[in-house]
């Protein structure tokens, strides 16, 4: 597998992340025992700044994500803090360096809770929880809560006591400080199969997980700080996803005083049908914004008129043999000649999902040799035939939400939603496409197994035609000449800031519509120079 570009933060897998901190310690002389000391004074420096008075509850569980806690909990103590410990497991079960931080906590040792034990406490009304209720942290009312349970290695469902504690820490009514990652949630993947804390803050050691940032684990991780805990550069092992810098804009190719209309990028936009005339447009006009030099919108000869007079003036049109309703297969020598002049190919939006229209999308995702972003209707086309596109000889890009890429696997949009990760990994290689699994943690996925993560953080995005806009945008980026992996994930990135700064020009999010978005796509992409 490649290395990830430059422009990708590596967001390491709990296996990789295991053979680092085994690298500094085993051949680089890093005592594990620092590396536990830093990593709980970072995490004890951050549940001060969220709770800088009032009592403290340290939920510790058995590995060394519990010897952490241990360190959190000794610090806090240090400084004059009233520090509660409870252990979901025996503390006498601790072993190596989360052994030796237990000898070096000062004052009540952890209190050891299991079953029904659980179900006691007060519920911050001044009232006692009965057995039976949901599971309650015992000792005052924390100001915060530490989460020390599970650590990266872990992957599943807890259950029994750890099950327990998490529901205890989530019912607790104060700010929650993960260590390294949110109980319960898969480090590596972001699945999350059981209970799991819904943390306020991730504090996270060396990079960030790929679960910290994928949901749903990334709803349970709130804001996520990384820390330097001591490992030396040039650890071992390369991490095979990444989060997408704002570096990824020095990617953009930016137009030259001899480029023409055609150099600057050209893209055809095949879509439209009655009913659904908004998406084509908004495509195309999302391509021009984006930097297209010249556009041209394939669309039914029934509807062509109507296209033409909503859409801006510089966005050409082109008829296309139609049912009355919409394209069909007919219409696939126009598109081919007009793709003789090269570009990209924006292939669904509008399109419908008659007969004719599918046979269309089917024949040009098989005939045309541009590279093609294909979304929507041209995705629904493939629905149990996402092999198909395997075959194809030029660039291709998917860009599916859940539901799409459901019927492309012949799943459920639950399904895909518990495991975002590897449905786009399955999707990539099957297709032989980069995959862009929308959603506020857009992944990007190449055949190969790379995968780009969006920070997200646009809500102003969860609007009609958005996806219109970014299907444009990564049309214009292919045609401009960027490798399919990197159009994709700087079309993600360009999308999502043009969605924030639509809604900082609006004073909101709501209220934004996806022109606002395409409007603000000059201002964003200007900041790649």
């Not at 019912?171 to 972001?190: E, F, I, L, Q, T």
């Amino acid at each position: 597998m490649e290395s990830l570009p430059d422009w990708l933060e590596p967001l390491p897998d709990a296996p990789t992340m295991r053979a680092i901190d085994r690298w500094a310690i085993e051949e680089q002389g890093v005592a594990g025992l620092d590396l536990m000391e830093r990593a709980g004074a970072g995490v004890a420096r951050a549940a001060e700044q969220v709770a800088p008075d009032g009592p403290v509850t340290v939920v510790c569980g058995k590995g060394n994500n519990g010897g952490d806690g241990l360190v959190v909990a000794r610090l806090l103590r240090q400084a004059g803090r009233e520090v509660t410990i409870v252990s979901a497991g025996s503390p006498a079960a601790l072993t190596g360096d989360a052994r030796a931080n237990l000898a070096r906590l000062p004052g009540q040792p952890p209190l050891q809770l299991s079953g029904a034990e659980w179900c006691v406490g007060d519920d911050g009304e001044g009232e006692s929880a009965a057995a039976g209720e949901a599971p309650r942290l015992p000792g005052p009312a924390a100001a915060a809560v530490v989460d020390a349970l599970l650590g990266t290695g872990f992957a599943g469902e807890p259950r029994g006591t750890v099950a327990q504690a998490i529901q205890a820490v989530n019912h607790a009514r104060a700010p929650v400080v993960s260590v390294d990652v949110p109980s319960g949630v898969d480090a590596s993947s972001g699945e999350v199969l059981g209970a799991a804390v819904r943390a306020t803050l991730t504090v996270t050691f060396h990079a960030a997980k790929p679960g910290l940032w994928i949901r749903p684990g990334k709803e349970c991780a709130g804001e996520v700080r990384v820390i330097d805990i001591g490992i030396p550069r040039g650890a071992p092992g390369a991490a095979t996803s990444g989060l997408i810098r704002p570096a990824v804009l020095a990617q953009l190719p930016h137009r030259q005083p001899a480029w023409t209309k055609f150099s600057s990028g050209h893209v055809l936009v095949v879509g439209g049908s009655r009913g659904l005339t908004g998406a084509p447009r908004m495509a195309a006009h999302a391509s021009m914004r984006a930097g297209a030099g010249y556009v041209t919108a394939c669309v039914p000869a029934c509807l062509q008129d109507t296209i033409a007079a909503a859409a801006v003036p510089e966005v050409m049109t082109r008829a296309l043999p139609d049912d009355g309703n919409g394209a069909t297969a007919e219409g696939v020598g126009a598109v081919l000649e007009a793709a003789a002049r090269g570009g990209a190919l924006a292939l669904g939006p509008g399109l419908g999902r008659r007969e004719g229209a599918v046979a269309l999308a089917r024949a040009l995702a098989r005939e045309a040799g541009v590279p093609m972003v294909v979304d929507a209707d041209g995705l629904n086309a493939h629905a149990g035939a996402l092999d198909e596109l395997a075959g194809r000889q030029a660039p291709t890009v998917l860009t599916p939400h859940a539901g799409e890429l459901a019927r492309l696997l012949e799943s459920d949009s639950a399904q895909i939603e518990r495991e975002r990760l590897r449905h786009v990994r399955d999707a990539a290689a099957r297709s032989n496409a980069v995959v862009v699994l929308k959603g506020d943690d857009t992944l990007i996925a190449e055949p190969g197994g790379r995968v780009a993560v969006s920070p997200g953080a646009s809500p102003a995005l969860a609007t009609a035609g958005t996806g219109d806009v970014l299907t444009g945008v990564i049309a214009a980026l292919l045609a401009q000449g960027l490798e399919p992996f990197a159009a994709a994930a700087a079309g993600v990135w360009l999308h999502a800031a043009a969605g924030r700064e639509a809604a900082t020009r609006l004073g909101a999010v709501e209220g934004v519509i996806a022109t606002d978005v395409i409007a603000a796509l000059p201002a964003v992409r200007g900041g790649g120079r």
